[in-house]
Structure formats: C-alpha cells, structure tokens
C-alpha cells in the first residue's frame, strides 16, 4: 500500500459564514498503518483525486498528499487557494 490511500470521497460541504468560500471538498485517506486522516482539497487538488480515481489509481506518495491535500482548517485551506491563484486551476 503507498503511503497514503483515498478511503471516502471526496464530498462537497458548504463553508462556515465567516469564511470567503462557499464550500470546499474533503476526503479521508488511510496512511500504511491504518490510521484514518480527513484533509480539505483545493478545485486542483480535487482534480487530481477525480482523475487517479479514474485511473482505479487512488494511492498517493507523501509528497502528493501534501501536494494535493490540506489539514482539515479551513484557514489552511483559504491559504493554498491563495497560493494555487493563477496555476489554472
């Protein structure tokens, strides 16, 4: 097993009022040892769980985790929209 597995999701949930998103995704991976981690996902990093889930491929390396996923805070989250701004996503 890589180190990371895509478990459930990913699902939509609506924002808090105070935050400027409208909603956001988030997912739950299990690591090697089955410890059980729910992160939030930019629109890129959703895309790229969408199109391994297509690939039956849902493994991620510990650098595309980090890559692709956020802890679960939503100032976390609002920071890596703001750093992904611009990359086509």
């Given at each position: 097993?890589?180190?990371?597995?895509?478990?459930?999701?990913?699902?939509?949930a609506?924002?808090p009022?105070?935050?400027?998103?409208?909603g956001?995704?988030?997912?739950?991976?299990?690591?090697?040892?089955?410890e059980?981690?729910?992160?939030?996902?930019?629109?890129?990093?959703?895309?790229?769980?969408?199109?391994?889930?297509?690939?039956?491929?849902a493994?991620?390396?510990?650098?595309?985790?980090?890559?692709?996923?956020?802890?679960?805070?939503?100032?976390?989250?609002?920071?890596?929209?703001?750093?992904?701004?611009?990359?086509?996503?």
């Amino acid at each position: 097993m890589a180190p990371y597995t895509l478990v459930e999701g990913p699902e939509h949930a609506r924002a808090p009022a105070a935050s400027p998103l409208v909603g956001y995704h988030h997912a739950v991976f299990a690591t090697e040892d089955g410890e059980r981690l729910t992160r939030y996902l930019t629109d890129m990093g959703l895309a790229e769980i969408i199109r391994r889930q297509g690939a039956d491929a849902a493994t991620f390396s510990i650098e595309e985790f980090e890559r692709w996923t956020v802890p679960p805070d939503m100032e976390a989250l609002e920071a890596r929209y703001d750093a992904e701004a611009g990359q086509g996503a």
